[in-house]
Each structure stands twice: as structure tokens, then as C-alpha cells.
């Protein structure tokens, strides 16, 4: 079955570090992956996605992740963490030739001054 | 702002009732996704429509149904409502149905069954 997993129900991490968020997927063939934040009482907004190309992908507020095929990984990471970083971080991945996007369960960030 | 509107943002109905949730998508957008919320089951896409067709459904129930109008807002009916209905309901839009683009993403319905 296709899966996304974030293994982490929760990263904590002082202001100034370097933070990575996990996300492994289980999906046959190239698929599409993606990162959105969620805020408290805010829908969800689009980071960064990789489609193809180069395996570091640079997205919003200073954020990257780094795919791995061979560990079908896309971890979300970023070299020096904000206090306003805190939020809720999902990893979706979307199956070639599909539309359907599955999320994964999400990772709690807290930042801590 | 992402540019999606749903209203309401907050409704509260009894068991056995049924509600309507509407989504007006970001401008130029075709693409409609519906999203439920709930702590226990995470983040769960329920359907997709593109320029007024469905294409693509997820873990949607029957007494849950949508449909997109011409003027590609899009609405969620929820019908007999049960205590486990009660969750956040998305709805989120691109551009287009293919796969390699993005969502915006709504600020979402509190949907509160009582």
C-alpha cells in the first residue's frame, strides 16, 4: 500500500540550531513530493515540492529538503530555526499518473527561545 | 491569504442532520480538493473535481457527497451526521488537475457534531 510516514509526532529544537523534519514514502515509480506548514487555526500552506532534478530543493522562509531514492526519503530541513518556525509540518506525496495526494500524519515543531 | 474562501469557518449541528460547506477557489484555479481533518485520522483527501468533474476520490463516505458548479466554486454535503463527522474540514485548489502543482489551501469549516 502507499504510504507517507513522518516518524517524529514531534521535533524540538532551540532557536539558532539547524532543524531537519523526517518523512519516508512507500510509492512505486518518481513520485511528486511536497512539504506544507500548518499554523494553528490556518489551513495548510505549500513550502517547497520536488518534481525532478536536483535533489536539494530550496522553498519558503529559508526552508529545503533533500530527496533520496534510495532511501525514499524527503526530509524538510533548514540551518538555523525561528521561534515563528513552530508549527505543524506535513509531507505529501503524490503517485505518478495520480491524482490523489496522501499526506502524511504531520510533525509538531517546537522552537524554543 | 491564500486566496480560498470557505464559509462557514464554524458550524455545529445535531446528529442525524445534514450540512453544506462551500469553497470558492483562488482565481483561474480548476481545481478543487475536499480534506477532512480529524486528530485520530490525521489528514484524509476525500475527492477532487476538475472544471466541473470529479476526478479522483479518496476515503469519502457515502453520506458525504460534492459537486463543482460551473463558476467552479464547490460544495461539500454532509448528510446524517454522526459524532465522529465532527473535524476540519479543507478545501484546497490549483490551477490545474495535473500532478506536479501545489495546493492552496483554505482556512478551513470546524465542522462540530452534537
Known amino acids: 500500500a502507499q504510504s507517507v510516514a513522518q516518524p517524529e509526532d514531534q521535533v524540538n529544537v532551540a532557536e539558532g540550531n539547524p532543524l531537519t523534519v523526517k518523512c519516508t514514502y512507500s510509492?512505486?515509480?518518481?513520485?511528486?513530493l511536497f512539504w506544507y506548514v500548518q499554523y494553528p487555526n490556518r489551513g495548510l500552506q505549500f513550502l517547497l515540492k520536488?518534481?525532478?532534478?536536483?535533489?536539494l530543493v530550496k522553498g519558503s522562509y529559508g526552508f529545503e529538503a533533500e530527496f533520496n531514492k534510495s532511501q525514499t526519503s524527503f526530509h524538510l530541513k533548514k540551518p538555523s530555526a525561528l521561534v515563528s518556525d513552530s508549527a505543524l509540518y506535513f509531507c505529501?506525496?503524490?503517485?505518478?499518473?495520480?491524482?490523489?495526494?496522501?499526506f502524511g500524519a504531520g510533525t509538531r515543531l517546537f522552537v524554543k527561545a | 491569504d491564500s486566496g480560498v474562501t470557505q464559509t462557514p469557518k464554524h458550524l455545529i449541528t445535531a446528529t442525524g442532520q445534514r450540512v453544506t460547506l462551500r469553497c470558492s477557489p483562488r482565481?483561474?484555479?480548476?481545481?478543487v480538493y475536499w480534506y477532512q481533518q480529524s486528530l485520530d485520522q490525521g489528514l484524509q483527501f476525500l475527492i477532487q473535481?476538475?472544471?466541473?468533474?470529479?476526478?479522483a476520490k479518496g476515503n469519502i463516505l457515502e453520506r458525504f457527497s460534492a459537486q463543482q458548479f460551473p463558476d467552479l466554486h464547490s460544495e461539500l454535503n454532509l448528510s446524517s451526521l454522526e459524532l465522529g463527522d465532527s473535524a476540519l474540514y479543507f478545501c484546497?485548489?490549483?490551477?490545474?488537475?495535473?500532478?506536479?502543482?501545489?495546493?492552496?489551501f483554505g482556512q478551513g469549516t470546524r465542522l462540530t457534531v452534537v
Open positions: 484546497a485548489s490549483s490551477p490545474y488537475q495535473g500532478m506536479n502543482t501545489e495546493a492552496f
Open positions: 510509492v512505486s515509480g518518481n513520485p511528486y
Open positions: 520536488y518534481i525532478t532534478g536536483d535533489n
Open positions: 505529501a506525496v503524490r503517485p505518478p499518473g495520480g491524482f490523489k495526494t496522501i
Open positions: 482565481s483561474g484555479d480548476l481545481s
Open positions: 473535481y476538475y472544471n466541473g468533474e470529479e476526478r
